[in-house]
């Protein structure tokens, strides 16, 4: 035959599972070409699994990675597809074949909200936060990417961020944002960073606005130095596709003796300022809590594997939890990017 998956040749689309079908459907033009693939002799495909097979359709066809459901609003990973189960997949599919009943609608907006996927109209609300917020026609969003959208509808008051904390305070928050970050992503850190120092810091609340923003840039300017030397990790040579070749990937580091950081500078920010008890400490004094937090954040990292992985719509992105699922207690978040990069996302209870 001139397809096979696994090693097992494939010789119809009834040879896939289930789940495989289901998600093809959603390739436009997928299942044409698996049949023309399982007809042709001249050609031989090998994929190790259905859902390398099912990320290759979707490149080779289209050039993308995500596959449009243009009845739902929604692009998405094949691959994403694949870990949403049969019940949810089967609900997706009865929506975009045209089914809107209030059951259905009802359905397809958990399914959507349970595995974070974003649509148009959680896009479209994305920049409308941000002009409500004045700052949408700031040159740091000039060129923005998916992932930069799905980091945006996580800001209190996006998609997934619930209400807002510190409403009065958003303007503020985004006008230090755009103007300290050079990429949308940073601009989401920096939000975060400022609105939590005003809720945290004593006195900030009821501060004014310059004295809110001047606490805001001497953290950075504390902690920007001393983060400058926690951006290492490791670099997977391919996705991963499960929390234990994370697990694994991150022993072997650790083992020689290295620490896993963050992606970026303003990321390392972000997960001090929120994961830590930082009171505006400068100097050896800021240095000495980064320390304290990655220390703690790798012991635990030793200590415990991923409980789960979350893969990213984008089908190449992932997060794992580590550690205990009560937010008082000490957890970390490790994300790797598309890149393959594990770094920390989000620390917790850590340097207490």
Same mark, same amino acid.
């Not at 303003?266 to 920010?269: A, K, L, R």
């Not at 089908?315 to 994300?335: C, K, Y």
């Given at each position: 035959m001139s397809i096979s998956v696994a090693g097992r040749p494939i010789q119809n689309s009834s040879a896939l599972s289930e789940l495989g079908r289901l998600a093809l459907a959603f390739v436009d033009g997928g299942p044409q070409w698996l049949n023309w693939a399982i007809a042709s002799l001249g050609t031989h495909y090998h994929f190790p699994d259905e859902a390398t097979l099912l990320e290759g359709t979707q490149k080779g066809l289209h050039g993308s990675p995500l596959a449009l459901l243009p009845g739902l609003g929604l692009s998405v990973s094949p691959v994403k597809l694949m870990t949403l189960g049969l019940g949810d997949l089967r609900t997706l599919a009865l929506a975009e074949a045209g089914d809107a009943s209030p059951v259905v609608g009802a359905q397809v907006q958990h399914v959507l909200r349970e595995h974070r996927l974003l649509t148009a109209a959680d896009l479209r609300n994305a920049r409308a936060f941000l002009a409500s917020l004045g700052v949408e026609g700031a040159p740091v969003f000039q060129c923005i990417e998916f992932m930069d959208w799905a980091a945006l509808c996580e800001l209190p008051g996006g998609s997934f961020g619930g209400p807002a904390p510190l409403q009065p305070l958003q303007a503020e928050a985004a006008t230090f944002g755009v103007g300290q970050a050079r990429t949308p992503r940073e601009f989401a850190d920096y939000y975060r960073v400022y609105l939590h120092l005003a809720a945290h810091l004593p006195g900030l609340a009821q501060a004014s606005a310059e004295q809110r923003s001047g606490a805001a840039q001497a953290a950075l300017q504390a902690l920007l130095p001393v983060l400058l030397g926690a951006l290492d990790g490791p670099s997977l040579a391919v996705v991963p596709t499960s929390a234990e070749e994370v697990r694994m990937a991150v022993n072997n580091w650790l *083992? *020689? $003796?290295r620490r896993i950081g963050f992606s970026s500078l303003? /990321? $390392?920010?972000r997960c001090i300022v929120e994961g830590t008890r930082y009171q505006g400490e400068t100097g050896a004094s800021a240095a000495r809590l980064v320390d304290a937090a990655l220390q703690q954040a790798m012991a635990l990292l030793a200590a415990h594997a991923p409980r789960s992985a979350r893969l990213g719509?984008?089908?190449?992105? *992932?997060? @794992?939890?580590?550690?205990? /699922?009560?937010?008082?207690?000490?957890?970390?978040? @490790?994300?790797?990017s598309s890149a393959g990069l594990v770094s920390l996302a989000r620390l917790a209870g850590a340097g207490a």
């Open positions: *083992m *020689m $003796g303003s /990321e $390392g920010v719509q984008d089908g190449a992105t *992932m997060i @794992l939890p580590v550690g205990s /699922e009560n937010a008082a207690n000490a957890q970390v978040e @490790l994300r790797v």
